[in-house]
Every structure is written in C-alpha cells, then in structure tokens.
C-alpha cells in the first residue's frame, strides 16, 4: 500500500478498531485465526499511516520551542548590576538619612519625643531627674562619640 491507496480512516478510528477487535477475540467471539487475519491490514494500515505524516510538525514544535527562547528579551548584566548598585545605594542612604526604625519613633535629636527619651534614659541610670537641656546635650554627645 503507498501513502495515495491508505483508506480515509483516520489514526484514531484505527486504534479503535484494532481495540475492539482485541476485545472480541479476548470475550472469545472471535477465533485467532480470525482475529489475525482481521488485525494484520488494520496494523499494517496503521503503520502506513504513521510514516506518511510528515515529521515537520514535530521539528517544527521543537523549533519554535527553541525560537522562542532564543528570541525572549532578557536584560543584560551591566543593567542588572546597576539596578542591584543603585537598590543599594538607596537602601543605605535611605538608613542613613533615616536611622533606624527605633531612632525614627523618638524623633531627630533635640525635639520633645528625643529629649523625652534621653531624660527618661539618664533617669533610670542616675535615679534623679534630669533637665530637657542635659538630656539633650547627653544625646548630642552620645551621638558624637557613637
């Protein structure tokens, strides 16, 4: 049989009927002679089939697959390394501009909440009750000795 006399089945009417053949035989319908008599076209068809599609889509799938790899758009190193620099520099100096979480709920030094806080800190150290002003130039001088 060539690729122009293979019947309009299809591959999947052909597994079927190869399927409903092999149940005949199994339920004992249908004798072994028959049942190979009736399988051998039906398989050989089969296999007509199969060779006579083109391979092409398969290459093709895998070719695209591969074209569309190739051809997605990635970023480079360079600006991948100066988007990682530039998170950086604004992550330190947005801690140094800022402070800590714990720095920035008392406030920037020498206002009421700072002044509080530093009092609050001598007090519980010494035990006596310290002035805004001491307290204050007790946290400029820690600052600029820490």
């Not at 190869?18 to 009736?38: C, M, N």
């Not at 051998?40 to 070719?63: T, Y």
Request: proline share 8%.
């Amino acid at each position: 049989m060539t690729a122009t006399e293979i019947t309009p089945y299809p591959i999947t009417a052909l597994r079927q009927k190869l399927q409903q053949l092999k149940a005949l035989h199994d339920e004992g319908t249908l004798g072994a002679e028959a049942y190979a008599s009736a399988k051998a076209p039906l398989e050989r068809e089969l296999l007509d089939r199969v060779m006579a599609q083109p391979a092409a889509p398969v290459a093709a799938a895998a070719g695209l697959a591969a074209a569309a790899s190739a051809s997605t758009p990635r970023p480079s190193k360079n600006l991948l390394g100066g988007l990682s620099v530039a998170v950086l520099a604004l992550a330190v100096g947005g801690y140094l501009g800022f402070g800590s979480p714990a720095m920035r709920s008392a406030g920037p030094p020498g206002s009421a909440p700072a002044a509080e806080a530093a009092q609050d800190m001598v007090a519980k150290l010494s035990g006596a009750t310290v002035t805004a002003a001491a307290a204050t130039a007790a946290v400029k001088q820690a600052m600029a000795h820490g």
